[in-house]
Protein backbone atom coordinates (compact mmCIF):
# COMPACT_ATOMS: atom_id res chain seq x y z
CA UNK A 1 0.00 0.00 0.00
CA UNK A 2 2.76 2.62 0.85
CA UNK A 3 4.84 1.75 -2.34
CA UNK A 4 1.52 3.35 -4.08
CA UNK A 5 2.92 7.11 -3.10
CA UNK A 6 5.98 6.26 -5.50
CA UNK A 7 3.35 5.27 -8.03
CA UNK A 8 2.72 8.92 -9.81
CA UNK A 9 6.03 9.83 -10.51
CA UNK A 10 7.55 6.14 -11.69
CA UNK A 11 4.27 5.47 -13.86
CA UNK A 12 4.83 8.57 -16.09
CA UNK A 13 8.73 7.46 -15.93
CA UNK A 14 8.02 4.13 -17.12
CA UNK A 15 5.70 5.25 -19.82
CA UNK A 16 7.83 7.97 -20.88
CA UNK A 17 11.01 5.72 -21.63
CA UNK A 18 8.62 3.22 -22.81
CA UNK A 19 6.85 5.73 -25.32
CA UNK A 20 11.02 6.89 -26.18
CA UNK A 21 11.31 3.05 -27.70
CA UNK A 22 7.89 3.02 -29.58
CA UNK A 23 8.79 3.53 -33.50
CA UNK A 24 7.54 6.68 -34.85
CA UNK A 25 4.98 5.58 -36.95
CA UNK A 26 3.18 3.29 -34.74
CA UNK A 27 0.92 6.05 -34.22
CA UNK A 28 -1.46 4.28 -32.41
CA UNK A 29 0.38 2.31 -29.98
CA UNK A 30 1.95 5.68 -28.72
CA UNK A 31 -1.54 6.84 -28.17
CA UNK A 32 -2.94 3.87 -26.15
CA UNK A 33 0.31 3.93 -23.93
CA UNK A 34 0.20 7.73 -23.33
CA UNK A 35 -3.40 7.73 -22.91
CA UNK A 36 -3.75 4.61 -20.18
CA UNK A 37 -0.81 6.23 -18.37
CA UNK A 38 -3.17 9.70 -18.02
CA UNK A 39 -6.22 7.83 -17.46
CA UNK A 40 -4.14 5.39 -14.19
CA UNK A 41 -2.92 8.69 -13.00
CA UNK A 42 -5.90 10.12 -12.38
CA UNK A 43 -7.33 6.36 -10.86
CA UNK A 44 -4.00 6.82 -8.21
CA UNK A 45 -5.00 10.47 -7.86
CA UNK A 46 -8.24 9.69 -6.37
CA UNK A 47 -6.95 6.63 -4.28
CA UNK A 48 -4.01 8.99 -2.73
CA UNK A 49 -6.79 11.65 -2.45
CA UNK A 50 -8.89 9.39 -0.28
CA UNK A 51 -6.21 8.19 1.36
CA UNK A 52 -4.99 11.85 2.29
CA UNK A 53 -8.35 12.63 3.05
CA UNK A 54 -8.41 10.58 6.72
CA UNK A 55 -5.79 13.43 7.69
CA UNK A 56 -2.84 10.99 8.12
CA UNK A 57 0.56 11.94 6.65
CA UNK A 58 2.27 8.86 4.64
CA UNK A 59 5.63 8.55 4.55
CA UNK A 60 7.89 7.56 2.09
CA UNK A 61 11.65 6.93 2.75
CA UNK A 62 13.39 6.63 -0.78
CA UNK A 63 15.63 3.48 -0.09
CA UNK A 64 14.74 3.26 2.93
CA UNK A 65 17.12 5.81 4.24
CA UNK A 66 15.25 7.24 7.43
CA UNK A 67 14.81 10.99 7.28
CA UNK A 68 16.40 13.35 8.04
CA UNK A 69 19.42 11.46 5.75
CA UNK A 70 17.35 10.37 2.95
CA UNK A 71 15.01 11.31 0.60
CA UNK A 72 11.50 11.17 1.52
CA UNK A 73 8.23 11.42 -0.18
CA UNK A 74 5.67 12.84 1.73
CA UNK A 75 2.04 12.01 1.19
CA UNK A 76 -0.67 15.17 2.91
CA UNK A 77 -4.06 16.79 2.04
CA UNK A 78 -1.70 19.53 -0.27
CA UNK A 79 0.31 16.57 -2.23
CA UNK A 80 -2.31 14.53 -2.58
CA UNK A 81 -5.16 17.60 -4.12
CA UNK A 82 -2.60 18.88 -6.29
CA UNK A 83 -1.85 15.39 -7.83
CA UNK A 84 -5.21 14.75 -8.17
CA UNK A 85 -6.12 18.29 -9.66
CA UNK A 86 -2.48 17.74 -12.34
CA UNK A 87 -3.77 13.83 -13.72
CA UNK A 88 -7.42 15.46 -14.44
CA UNK A 89 -6.12 18.61 -16.59
CA UNK A 90 -3.00 16.12 -18.07
CA UNK A 91 -5.87 13.67 -19.14
CA UNK A 92 -8.24 16.07 -20.65
CA UNK A 93 -5.25 18.41 -22.78
CA UNK A 94 -3.90 14.81 -23.59
CA UNK A 95 -7.13 13.67 -25.06
CA UNK A 96 -7.29 16.53 -26.79
CA UNK A 97 -3.95 16.40 -28.38
CA UNK A 98 -4.57 13.12 -29.76
CA UNK A 99 -6.33 14.80 -32.64
CA UNK A 100 -3.64 15.88 -34.58
CA UNK A 101 -0.78 17.48 -32.12
CA UNK A 102 0.99 14.15 -31.43
CA UNK A 103 1.80 14.20 -35.09
CA UNK A 104 3.47 17.43 -35.67
CA UNK A 105 6.72 16.78 -33.55
CA UNK A 106 8.73 14.11 -32.33
CA UNK A 107 7.54 12.53 -29.22
CA UNK A 108 4.99 14.77 -27.64
CA UNK A 109 3.51 11.74 -25.82
CA UNK A 110 7.27 11.03 -23.89
CA UNK A 111 7.86 14.62 -23.05
CA UNK A 112 4.48 14.89 -21.76
CA UNK A 113 4.71 11.83 -19.52
CA UNK A 114 8.12 13.70 -17.79
CA UNK A 115 6.32 16.49 -17.47
CA UNK A 116 3.67 14.88 -15.29
CA UNK A 117 6.69 13.21 -13.57
CA UNK A 118 8.72 16.43 -12.70
CA UNK A 119 5.25 18.10 -11.78
CA UNK A 120 3.89 14.75 -9.56
CA UNK A 121 7.65 14.69 -7.62
CA UNK A 122 7.47 18.32 -7.01
CA UNK A 123 4.48 18.10 -5.50
CA UNK A 124 5.41 14.66 -3.25
CA UNK A 125 9.33 15.46 -2.31
CA UNK A 126 10.20 16.04 1.39
CA UNK A 127 13.39 17.03 0.48
CA UNK A 128 14.27 20.94 -0.85
CA UNK A 129 16.80 19.44 -3.26
CA UNK A 130 14.86 16.64 -4.85
CA UNK A 131 12.20 19.48 -5.31
CA UNK A 132 14.98 21.82 -7.47
CA UNK A 133 15.49 17.87 -9.24
CA UNK A 134 11.80 17.69 -10.14
CA UNK A 135 11.62 21.36 -10.82
CA UNK A 136 14.94 20.63 -13.37
CA UNK A 137 12.77 17.43 -14.78
CA UNK A 138 9.87 19.49 -15.08
CA UNK A 139 11.42 22.59 -17.11
CA UNK A 140 13.45 20.17 -19.28
CA UNK A 141 10.18 18.67 -20.49
CA UNK A 142 8.37 22.19 -20.60
CA UNK A 143 11.45 23.09 -22.95
CA UNK A 144 10.60 20.47 -25.19
CA UNK A 145 6.82 20.66 -25.15
CA UNK A 146 6.93 24.74 -25.63
CA UNK A 147 9.16 23.91 -28.90
CA UNK A 148 6.47 21.19 -30.05
CA UNK A 149 5.43 21.82 -33.56
CA UNK A 150 7.95 23.91 -34.33
CA UNK A 151 8.10 27.90 -35.91
CA UNK A 152 9.86 30.81 -35.73
CA UNK A 153 7.51 31.95 -33.24
CA UNK A 154 8.34 29.06 -30.98
CA UNK A 155 11.70 29.46 -31.24
CA UNK A 156 12.05 32.84 -30.08
CA UNK A 157 9.17 32.31 -27.30
CA UNK A 158 11.48 29.35 -26.33
CA UNK A 159 14.72 30.81 -25.87
CA UNK A 160 13.35 33.55 -23.75
CA UNK A 161 12.25 30.95 -21.24
CA UNK A 162 14.81 28.28 -21.53
CA UNK A 163 17.40 31.10 -20.46
CA UNK A 164 14.86 32.79 -18.17
CA UNK A 165 14.28 29.59 -16.32
CA UNK A 166 18.25 28.55 -16.47
CA UNK A 167 19.17 31.68 -14.84
CA UNK A 168 16.24 30.94 -12.04
CA UNK A 169 17.64 27.71 -11.10
CA UNK A 170 20.86 28.86 -10.92
CA UNK A 171 18.81 31.58 -8.29
CA UNK A 172 17.79 28.01 -6.70
CA UNK A 173 20.85 26.63 -6.24
CA UNK A 174 22.70 29.51 -4.34
CA UNK A 175 19.45 29.87 -2.21
CA UNK A 176 19.82 26.40 -1.80
CA UNK A 177 23.70 26.45 -1.08
CA UNK A 178 22.97 28.79 1.56
CA UNK A 179 20.31 27.57 3.26
CA UNK A 180 22.05 24.24 4.08
CA UNK A 181 25.67 26.26 4.70
CA UNK A 182 23.13 27.67 8.07
CA UNK A 183 21.01 24.72 8.86
CA UNK A 184 23.28 21.87 7.42
CA UNK A 185 19.85 19.44 6.34
CA UNK A 186 18.21 19.74 3.14
CA UNK A 187 15.16 17.89 4.67
CA UNK A 188 11.94 20.12 4.56
CA UNK A 189 10.82 18.68 7.77
CA UNK A 190 14.40 19.17 9.76
CA UNK A 191 14.87 22.55 8.21
CA UNK A 192 11.77 23.99 9.89
CA UNK A 193 13.16 22.69 12.77
CA UNK A 194 16.57 24.26 12.42
CA UNK A 195 15.79 27.40 10.64
CA UNK A 196 13.38 28.29 13.44
CA UNK A 197 16.55 27.97 16.03
CA UNK A 198 19.18 29.75 13.29
CA UNK A 199 22.17 31.69 15.20
CA UNK A 200 21.33 35.31 15.24
CA UNK A 201 24.91 35.46 13.33
CA UNK A 202 23.42 33.10 10.43
CA UNK A 203 19.97 34.78 10.36
CA UNK A 204 20.41 37.39 7.68
CA UNK A 205 22.07 34.44 5.86
CA UNK A 206 19.22 32.14 6.01
CA UNK A 207 16.40 35.18 5.79
CA UNK A 208 18.58 35.82 2.42
CA UNK A 209 18.45 32.14 1.57
CA UNK A 210 14.59 32.34 2.06
CA UNK A 211 14.05 35.44 0.19
CA UNK A 212 16.31 33.96 -2.85
CA UNK A 213 14.38 31.17 -2.90
CA UNK A 214 10.96 33.06 -3.21
CA UNK A 215 12.58 34.68 -6.40
CA UNK A 216 12.95 31.38 -8.07
CA UNK A 217 9.01 29.89 -7.31
CA UNK A 218 7.88 33.85 -8.33
CA UNK A 219 9.52 33.42 -11.66
CA UNK A 220 7.76 29.49 -11.98
CA UNK A 221 4.72 31.28 -10.74
CA UNK A 222 4.98 34.76 -12.96
CA UNK A 223 4.66 37.38 -10.33
CA UNK A 224 5.57 40.77 -10.74
CA UNK A 225 8.06 41.86 -11.91
CA UNK A 226 8.92 38.04 -13.14
CA UNK A 227 5.69 37.70 -15.26
CA UNK A 228 6.88 39.21 -18.30
CA UNK A 229 7.80 35.96 -20.01
CA UNK A 230 4.73 34.04 -19.72
CA UNK A 231 2.23 36.08 -22.28
CA UNK A 232 5.31 35.03 -25.02
CA UNK A 233 5.85 31.24 -23.39
CA UNK A 234 2.60 30.43 -23.38
CA UNK A 235 0.75 32.48 -26.16
CA UNK A 236 3.35 30.83 -28.32
CA UNK A 237 2.84 27.06 -27.08
CA UNK A 238 0.31 24.67 -28.92
CA UNK A 239 -3.21 24.06 -27.30
CA UNK A 240 -2.71 21.16 -25.73
CA UNK A 241 0.91 21.87 -24.10
CA UNK A 242 -0.34 25.37 -23.23
CA UNK A 243 -3.89 23.79 -20.88
CA UNK A 244 -1.30 21.43 -19.47
CA UNK A 245 1.24 24.48 -18.52
CA UNK A 246 -1.87 25.67 -15.99
CA UNK A 247 -0.62 23.73 -13.59
CA UNK A 248 3.03 25.17 -13.83
CA UNK A 249 2.60 28.48 -12.89
CA UNK A 250 0.59 26.74 -9.58
CA UNK A 251 3.71 24.82 -8.51
CA UNK A 252 5.24 28.18 -8.20
CA UNK A 253 2.20 28.56 -5.58
CA UNK A 254 2.60 25.49 -4.16
CA UNK A 255 6.14 25.77 -3.89
CA UNK A 256 5.53 28.72 -1.98
CA UNK A 257 3.09 27.54 0.28
CA UNK A 258 5.35 24.25 0.64
CA UNK A 259 8.61 25.84 1.55
CA UNK A 260 7.37 29.33 3.12
CA UNK A 261 4.64 29.40 4.69
CA UNK A 262 4.73 25.91 6.19
CA UNK A 263 8.89 25.24 6.44
CA UNK A 264 9.91 28.74 7.21
CA UNK A 265 6.48 30.53 8.27
CA UNK A 266 7.48 31.78 11.69
CA UNK A 267 4.17 32.20 14.42
CA UNK A 268 2.70 34.98 12.23
CA UNK A 269 3.65 34.09 9.02
CA UNK A 270 2.13 37.27 7.57
CA UNK A 271 4.68 39.21 9.24
CA UNK A 272 7.66 37.48 7.64
CA UNK A 273 9.24 39.51 5.05
CA UNK A 274 8.70 37.34 2.25
CA UNK A 275 4.85 37.73 2.87
CA UNK A 276 5.34 41.45 3.37
CA UNK A 277 7.35 41.68 -0.24
CA UNK A 278 4.75 38.98 -1.66
CA UNK A 279 1.26 40.95 -0.84
CA UNK A 280 2.23 44.53 -3.18
CA UNK A 281 3.64 42.42 -5.95
CA UNK A 282 0.24 40.00 -6.03
CA UNK A 283 -1.82 43.20 -6.18
CA UNK A 284 0.88 44.47 -9.10
CA UNK A 285 0.28 41.45 -11.48
CA UNK A 286 -3.29 41.53 -11.09
CA UNK A 287 -3.33 45.19 -11.85
CA UNK A 288 -0.75 44.78 -15.00
CA UNK A 289 -2.33 41.13 -16.04
CA UNK A 290 -5.75 42.63 -15.92
CA UNK A 291 -4.60 45.40 -18.31
CA UNK A 292 -2.74 42.86 -20.44
CA UNK A 293 -5.88 40.99 -20.83
CA UNK A 294 -7.42 44.58 -22.04
CA UNK A 295 -4.83 45.51 -24.12
CA UNK A 296 -4.70 41.93 -25.73
CA UNK A 297 -5.12 41.38 -29.51
CA UNK A 298 -5.74 37.80 -29.79
CA UNK A 299 -7.04 34.95 -27.55
CA UNK A 300 -4.14 33.59 -26.75
CA UNK A 301 -2.69 37.01 -25.63
CA UNK A 302 -5.93 37.45 -23.20
CA UNK A 303 -6.55 33.98 -22.13
CA UNK A 304 -2.52 34.29 -21.26
CA UNK A 305 -3.04 37.69 -18.85
CA UNK A 306 -6.18 35.95 -17.29
CA UNK A 307 -3.08 32.93 -15.80
CA UNK A 308 -1.62 36.08 -14.83
CA UNK A 309 -4.08 37.46 -12.70
CA UNK A 310 -5.41 34.11 -11.54
CA UNK A 311 -1.58 33.98 -10.21
CA UNK A 312 -1.63 37.37 -8.46
CA UNK A 313 -4.99 36.79 -6.76
CA UNK A 314 -3.57 33.45 -5.45
CA UNK A 315 -0.23 35.00 -4.11
CA UNK A 316 -2.60 37.08 -2.21
CA UNK A 317 -4.32 34.98 -0.10
CA UNK A 318 -1.04 32.92 0.19
CA UNK A 319 0.56 36.37 1.74
CA UNK A 320 -2.25 37.30 3.63
CA UNK A 321 -1.67 33.44 5.62
CA UNK A 322 -4.44 32.88 7.49
CA UNK A 323 -6.06 29.93 7.43
CA UNK A 324 -9.56 30.72 6.59
CA UNK A 325 -7.41 33.15 3.26
CA UNK A 326 -5.34 29.65 2.28
CA UNK A 327 -8.91 27.88 2.57
CA UNK A 328 -10.30 30.71 -0.40
CA UNK A 329 -6.81 30.35 -2.45
CA UNK A 330 -6.80 26.85 -2.99
CA UNK A 331 -10.32 26.86 -4.00
CA UNK A 332 -9.52 29.66 -6.46
CA UNK A 333 -6.34 28.01 -7.40
CA UNK A 334 -8.79 24.72 -8.24
CA UNK A 335 -10.63 26.89 -10.11
CA UNK A 336 -8.52 28.89 -11.97
CA UNK A 337 -6.48 25.81 -12.77
CA UNK A 338 -9.33 24.34 -14.80
CA UNK A 339 -10.93 27.20 -16.38
CA UNK A 340 -7.59 28.35 -17.54
CA UNK A 341 -7.01 25.24 -19.43
CA UNK A 342 -9.85 24.99 -20.87
CA UNK A 343 -9.79 28.55 -22.42
CA UNK A 344 -6.61 27.79 -23.73
CA UNK A 345 -8.47 24.79 -25.53
CA UNK A 346 -10.96 26.58 -26.56
CA UNK A 347 -8.63 29.23 -27.85
CA UNK A 348 -7.58 26.37 -31.02
CA UNK A 349 -11.05 25.38 -31.42
CA UNK A 350 -12.06 28.75 -32.28
CA UNK A 351 -9.14 30.14 -33.86
CA UNK A 352 -9.06 26.99 -36.27
CA UNK A 353 -12.60 28.23 -37.82
CA UNK A 354 -11.86 31.52 -38.34
CA UNK A 355 -9.25 31.00 -41.12
CA UNK A 356 -6.65 33.52 -41.52
CA UNK A 357 -7.63 35.96 -38.49
CA UNK A 358 -7.25 33.09 -36.33
CA UNK A 359 -7.38 34.19 -32.81
CA UNK A 360 -6.91 37.85 -33.27
CA UNK A 361 -9.58 39.96 -32.15
CA UNK A 362 -10.92 41.63 -35.42
CA UNK A 363 -13.79 41.09 -37.48
CA UNK A 364 -13.31 37.85 -39.93
CA UNK A 365 -15.33 34.90 -40.76
CA UNK A 366 -17.78 33.16 -38.79
CA UNK A 367 -17.13 30.71 -36.98
CA UNK A 368 -18.66 27.18 -38.35
CA UNK A 369 -20.07 26.12 -34.96
CA UNK A 370 -21.23 29.20 -33.33
CA UNK A 371 -23.78 27.46 -30.48
CA UNK A 372 -20.85 25.25 -29.34
CA UNK A 373 -18.25 26.89 -29.41
CA UNK A 374 -20.11 30.12 -28.36
CA UNK A 375 -21.39 28.04 -25.49
CA UNK A 376 -18.11 27.05 -24.17
CA UNK A 377 -16.33 30.27 -24.50
CA UNK A 378 -20.02 31.66 -22.53
CA UNK A 379 -19.82 29.42 -19.82
CA UNK A 380 -15.63 29.67 -19.56
CA UNK A 381 -15.77 33.26 -19.51
CA UNK A 382 -18.37 33.56 -16.90
CA UNK A 383 -16.29 31.53 -14.85
CA UNK A 384 -12.78 33.50 -15.31
CA UNK A 385 -14.60 36.15 -14.70
CA UNK A 386 -16.52 35.58 -11.70
CA UNK A 387 -20.56 35.87 -12.18
CA UNK A 388 -22.29 33.14 -10.64
CA UNK A 389 -23.22 30.45 -10.44
CA UNK A 390 -20.64 28.96 -11.40
CA UNK A 391 -16.94 28.07 -8.91
CA UNK A 392 -15.72 31.35 -10.40
CA UNK A 393 -18.05 33.50 -8.20
CA UNK A 394 -17.57 31.17 -4.90
CA UNK A 395 -13.91 31.29 -5.59
CA UNK A 396 -13.93 35.00 -5.81
CA UNK A 397 -16.19 36.04 -3.39
CA UNK A 398 -14.77 33.69 -0.69
CA UNK A 399 -11.14 35.46 -1.67
CA UNK A 400 -12.63 38.56 -1.08
CA UNK A 401 -14.46 37.44 2.72
CA UNK A 402 -11.08 35.91 3.55
CA UNK A 403 -8.67 39.38 3.05
CA UNK A 404 -11.67 41.38 4.63
CA UNK A 405 -9.83 41.63 8.30
CA UNK A 406 -6.47 41.83 6.61
CA UNK A 407 -4.55 45.41 6.96
CA UNK A 408 -4.44 45.79 3.47
CA UNK A 409 -8.01 44.90 2.98
CA UNK A 410 -8.89 47.84 1.29
CA UNK A 411 -5.84 47.51 -1.46
CA UNK A 412 -7.22 44.02 -2.13
CA UNK A 413 -10.95 44.30 -2.85
CA UNK A 414 -9.66 47.63 -4.75
CA UNK A 415 -7.76 45.69 -6.55
CA UNK A 416 -9.25 42.18 -7.50
CA UNK A 417 -12.60 44.14 -7.79
CA UNK A 418 -11.25 46.42 -9.87
CA UNK A 419 -9.80 43.99 -11.52
CA UNK A 420 -12.34 41.46 -12.45
CA UNK A 421 -14.59 44.70 -13.61
CA UNK A 422 -11.73 45.20 -16.73
CA UNK A 423 -11.59 41.41 -16.83
CA UNK A 424 -15.29 41.52 -17.67
CA UNK A 425 -14.83 44.14 -20.77
CA UNK A 426 -12.26 42.35 -22.09
CA UNK A 427 -14.35 39.20 -22.08
CA UNK A 428 -17.03 40.77 -23.67
CA UNK A 429 -15.11 42.68 -25.71
CA UNK A 430 -13.55 39.51 -27.13
CA UNK A 431 -16.20 37.26 -27.02
CA UNK A 432 -18.61 39.81 -29.60
CA UNK A 433 -16.01 40.34 -31.65
CA UNK A 434 -15.11 36.42 -32.46
CA UNK A 435 -18.95 35.10 -32.56
CA UNK A 436 -20.67 38.64 -33.37
CA UNK A 437 -18.89 40.74 -35.73
CA UNK A 438 -18.39 38.88 -38.75
CA UNK A 439 -16.97 40.10 -41.86
CA UNK A 440 -19.44 38.68 -43.93
CA UNK A 441 -17.08 36.48 -45.60
CA UNK A 442 -18.08 32.66 -46.37
CA UNK A 443 -17.77 30.69 -43.32
CA UNK A 444 -14.28 28.90 -43.27
CA UNK A 445 -14.40 25.80 -43.80
CA UNK A 446 -12.80 24.27 -40.84
CA UNK A 447 -9.93 21.07 -41.35
CA UNK A 448 -12.51 18.71 -39.46
CA UNK A 449 -14.16 21.02 -37.36
CA UNK A 450 -13.95 20.66 -33.49
CA UNK A 451 -14.62 17.27 -33.60
CA UNK A 452 -16.21 15.05 -30.45
CA UNK A 453 -12.58 14.10 -28.48
CA UNK A 454 -11.57 17.75 -28.40
CA UNK A 455 -14.86 19.16 -27.79
CA UNK A 456 -15.41 16.38 -24.50
CA UNK A 457 -11.52 17.70 -23.67
CA UNK A 458 -12.89 21.29 -22.66
CA UNK A 459 -16.50 19.87 -21.70
CA UNK A 460 -13.94 17.74 -19.34
CA UNK A 461 -12.46 21.04 -17.86
CA UNK A 462 -15.56 22.90 -17.86
CA UNK A 463 -17.24 20.04 -15.94
CA UNK A 464 -15.14 20.68 -12.46
CA UNK A 465 -16.13 24.14 -12.42
CA UNK A 466 -20.07 23.47 -12.34
CA UNK A 467 -18.92 20.56 -9.86
CA UNK A 468 -17.44 22.85 -7.42
CA UNK A 469 -20.22 25.11 -7.61
CA UNK A 470 -22.89 22.35 -7.25
CA UNK A 471 -20.68 20.34 -4.59
CA UNK A 472 -18.93 23.92 -2.88
CA UNK A 473 -19.46 22.34 0.91
CA UNK A 474 -17.40 19.37 0.01
CA UNK A 475 -14.79 21.16 -1.51
CA UNK A 476 -14.79 23.95 0.90
CA UNK A 477 -14.20 21.05 3.65
CA UNK A 478 -11.29 19.64 1.80
CA UNK A 479 -10.01 22.96 1.33
CA UNK A 480 -10.13 23.93 4.96
CA UNK A 481 -9.07 20.85 6.17
CA UNK A 482 -5.81 21.32 3.85
CA UNK A 483 -5.49 24.59 4.85
CA UNK A 484 -5.53 23.40 8.49
CA UNK A 485 -2.81 21.10 7.85
CA UNK A 486 -0.51 23.78 6.35
CA UNK A 487 -1.51 25.79 9.18
CA UNK A 488 0.32 23.17 11.77
CA UNK A 489 3.54 22.20 9.96
CA UNK A 490 4.47 20.48 13.52
CA UNK A 491 2.40 18.02 12.20
CA UNK A 492 4.16 17.33 9.01
CA UNK A 493 7.29 17.47 10.91
CA UNK A 494 6.47 14.82 13.75
CA UNK A 495 5.36 12.37 11.16
CA UNK A 496 8.47 12.92 8.78
CA UNK A 497 10.64 12.70 11.68
CA UNK A 498 9.20 11.00 14.88
CA UNK A 499 7.55 12.70 17.69
CA UNK A 500 10.66 13.56 19.78
CA UNK A 501 13.20 14.32 17.59
CA UNK A 502 15.45 17.14 18.90
CA UNK A 503 17.44 17.32 15.85
CA UNK A 504 20.32 15.95 17.84
CA UNK A 505 20.92 12.89 14.89
CA UNK A 506 22.44 15.01 12.61
CA UNK A 507 24.52 18.02 13.33
CA UNK A 508 27.07 20.58 10.91
CA UNK A 509 30.06 19.15 10.58
CA UNK A 510 32.22 20.81 12.96
CA UNK A 511 34.84 22.28 10.65
CA UNK A 512 38.33 21.17 10.34
CA UNK A 513 39.46 23.62 7.53
CA UNK A 514 39.46 26.79 10.17
CA UNK A 515 36.68 29.47 9.28
CA UNK A 516 34.22 29.92 6.92
CA UNK B 1 42.07 30.52 0.75
CA UNK B 2 38.21 32.04 2.10
CA UNK B 3 38.74 35.63 -0.35
CA UNK B 4 40.47 33.60 -2.86
CA UNK B 5 37.10 31.37 -3.38
CA UNK B 6 34.59 34.26 -2.57
CA UNK B 7 36.24 36.78 -5.30
CA UNK B 8 36.34 33.94 -7.71
CA UNK B 9 32.83 33.51 -7.14
CA UNK B 10 32.25 37.09 -7.21
CA UNK B 11 34.21 37.55 -10.52
CA UNK B 12 32.20 34.30 -12.29
CA UNK B 13 28.63 35.50 -11.26
CA UNK B 14 29.99 39.54 -12.54
CA UNK B 15 30.74 38.05 -16.04
CA UNK B 16 27.93 35.91 -16.06
CA UNK B 17 25.68 38.39 -15.35
CA UNK B 18 27.28 40.96 -17.95
CA UNK B 19 27.35 38.24 -20.85
CA UNK B 20 23.43 37.32 -20.43
CA UNK B 21 22.70 40.83 -20.64
CA UNK B 22 24.13 40.91 -24.16
CA UNK B 23 21.73 40.34 -26.66
CA UNK B 24 23.30 37.74 -29.06
CA UNK B 25 22.84 34.07 -28.39
CA UNK B 26 26.34 33.19 -28.15
CA UNK B 27 27.27 35.67 -25.01
CA UNK B 28 24.04 34.61 -23.32
CA UNK B 29 25.35 31.19 -23.72
CA UNK B 30 28.30 31.93 -22.16
CA UNK B 31 27.13 33.83 -19.74
CA UNK B 32 24.79 31.08 -18.01
CA UNK B 33 27.71 28.68 -18.61
CA UNK B 34 29.81 31.32 -16.52
CA UNK B 35 27.05 31.53 -13.96
CA UNK B 36 26.56 28.00 -13.33
CA UNK B 37 30.35 27.88 -12.71
CA UNK B 38 29.99 30.33 -9.94
CA UNK B 39 26.99 28.55 -8.75
CA UNK B 40 29.06 24.74 -8.70
CA UNK B 41 31.99 26.45 -6.37
CA UNK B 42 29.47 28.56 -4.41
CA UNK B 43 27.99 25.13 -3.43
CA UNK B 44 31.05 23.46 -2.95
CA UNK B 45 32.31 26.05 -0.30
CA UNK B 46 28.66 26.18 1.42
CA UNK B 47 30.29 22.18 2.90
CA UNK B 48 33.09 24.47 4.12
CA UNK B 49 36.36 24.59 2.76
CA UNK B 50 38.48 21.80 4.07
CA UNK B 51 41.72 20.63 2.75
CA UNK B 52 43.25 16.71 2.97
CA UNK B 53 39.57 15.59 4.60
CA UNK B 54 38.17 12.17 3.59
CA UNK B 55 34.26 12.53 2.90
CA UNK B 56 33.60 9.02 4.43
CA UNK B 57 34.06 7.57 8.01
CA UNK B 58 37.60 6.14 8.35
CA UNK B 59 39.39 5.41 11.42
CA UNK B 60 42.94 7.60 10.94
CA UNK B 61 40.75 10.78 9.94
CA UNK B 62 41.12 13.79 12.09
CA UNK B 63 38.36 15.48 10.69
CA UNK B 64 35.61 15.45 7.80
CA UNK B 65 35.03 17.22 4.71
CA UNK B 66 31.09 17.02 4.00
CA UNK B 67 30.35 15.12 1.25
CA UNK B 68 26.68 16.31 0.59
CA UNK B 69 27.90 19.61 -1.39
CA UNK B 70 29.86 17.50 -3.61
CA UNK B 71 27.03 14.98 -4.15
CA UNK B 72 25.06 18.31 -4.58
CA UNK B 73 27.43 19.90 -7.14
CA UNK B 74 27.48 16.70 -8.49
CA UNK B 75 23.95 16.76 -9.85
CA UNK B 76 23.92 20.70 -10.24
CA UNK B 77 27.32 19.71 -13.23
CA UNK B 78 25.00 16.86 -15.07
CA UNK B 79 21.82 19.16 -15.05
CA UNK B 80 24.00 22.54 -16.73
CA UNK B 81 25.51 19.80 -19.19
CA UNK B 82 22.54 18.48 -20.55
CA UNK B 83 21.24 22.54 -20.31
CA UNK B 84 23.96 23.55 -21.76
CA UNK B 85 23.68 21.42 -25.02
CA UNK B 86 20.12 21.94 -25.47
CA UNK B 87 20.28 25.73 -25.18
CA UNK B 88 23.00 25.81 -27.97
CA UNK B 89 20.97 23.57 -30.22
CA UNK B 90 18.28 25.85 -29.28
CA UNK B 91 20.21 28.71 -30.23
CA UNK B 92 21.44 27.18 -33.63
CA UNK B 93 18.07 26.46 -34.44
CA UNK B 94 16.97 29.78 -33.80
CA UNK B 95 19.40 31.12 -35.96
CA UNK B 96 18.88 29.09 -38.94
CA UNK B 97 15.22 30.00 -38.78
CA UNK B 98 15.15 33.52 -38.54
CA UNK B 99 18.50 34.32 -39.77
CA UNK B 100 19.65 35.98 -36.90
CA UNK B 101 21.48 35.30 -33.66
CA UNK B 102 19.66 38.19 -31.50
CA UNK B 103 17.68 37.47 -28.53
CA UNK B 104 14.68 38.77 -29.54
CA UNK B 105 15.01 37.69 -33.49
CA UNK B 106 15.14 41.69 -33.93
CA UNK B 107 15.79 42.35 -37.31
CA UNK B 108 14.35 39.18 -39.28
CA UNK B 109 11.92 39.22 -41.54
CA UNK B 110 8.39 41.08 -40.37
CA UNK B 111 6.03 38.51 -43.14
CA UNK B 112 7.31 35.45 -41.74
CA UNK B 113 6.67 36.12 -38.47
CA UNK B 114 2.87 36.94 -39.04
CA UNK B 115 2.74 33.83 -41.55
CA UNK B 116 3.74 31.63 -38.77
CA UNK B 117 1.26 33.32 -36.51
CA UNK B 118 -1.60 32.70 -38.94
CA UNK B 119 -0.47 29.19 -39.80
Known amino acids: ?516 | MAILIASAIGILVASGVYLLLRPRTFSVVVGLALLSYAVNLFLFAMGRVAAQQPPLISASATGYADPLPQALVLTAIVINLGMTALLLALAVRARVATGTDHVDCAGAHREQAQENTAS
Open chain 1, 1 to 516: MNHMIALPILLPLLAGALLLLVPPNQVGLTRTIGFFSCAALVGIGLALFGVAASGRYVVYPLGNWPAPFGIVLVLDRLAAGMLLLTALIALAAYLYGLRGWDERGPHFGALFQFQMMGVNGAFLTGDIFNLFVFFEVLLIASYGLLLHGGGRERLSAGLHYVVLNLAGSALFLIGLGLLYSVTGTLNLADLQFRYASVSTADRALAEAASLLLLVVFCLKAATFPLSFWLPGAYGAAAAPVAALFAIMTKVGVYAILRVHLSTFGGEHPANDAWAVLLLPAALVTIALGTFGALAARNLRGLVSYFTVVSVGTLLVTVAIATSGSITAGLFYLVHSTFVTAALFLLVELIGEQRGDRYDALVPGPEVAQPTLLGMLFLIAAMAVAGLPPLSGFLAKANVLLATASAPAARWIWAVVLGGSALGLIALARAGSRLFWKTDRRPTATAPGGATFVRAFAVVLLLAPLVGLAAFAEFAWAQAAATADQIAHPARYRDAVLGAGYTGDAVRPLANPGGGR
